[in-house]
């Protein structure tokens, strides 16, 4: 039996190191999004995994903004959410920094949100 799965490209929209574990091991707090580009997984019944590439062009990050269009200035959209995560995050930062990033990309132009998304990267450093 062929069995086919996409496996979609993640993207670390944030990731901030938060601390370390007993066991050494750090603990992170990270905010991802799941690109609807990736590698065709194809599984054969008792055979060895192969990944087969489809060609297709990749799309940089920076370009891929199609379903982000609409949001762009919905500052009532960022708002409702804070709200809805205030009791459940209170007394911790990167959750409201998270959605800065996320802010950032979605109204400014790519490189400029890169650079928010950087300089609240450094707050924690």
């Known amino acids: 039996m062929l069995n086919k799965q996409l496996a979609k490209a993640k993207i670390n929209l944030c990731l901030h190191v938060t601390g370390q574990n007993m066991e050494g091991y750090h603990l992170l707090d990270s905010l991802v999004a799941f690109a609807n580009y990736g590698d065709e997984?194809?599984?054969h019944d008792n055979e060895k995994i192969e990944i087969v590439s489809e060609g297709k062009s990749l799309v940089k990050v920076r370009d891929a903004d199609?379903?982000?269009?609409?949001?762009?200035g919905n500052d009532a959209l960022f708002a409702d959410f804070r709200k809805s995560i205030l009791r459940k995050t209170r007394g911790f930062l990167?959750?409201?920094y998270n959605i800065q990033c996320i802010e950032a990309a979605v109204n400014l132009?790519?490189?400029?949100?890169?650079k928010v998304e950087q300089e609240l990267s450094l707050i924690h450093i």
Do not use: N, T
């Open 41 to 43: 997984l194809v599984f």
């Open 66 to 72: 199609e379903k982000i269009k609409s949001d762009r």
């Open 94 to 96: 990167a959750p409201e």
């Open 109 to 114: 132009p790519f490189e400029e949100g890169m």
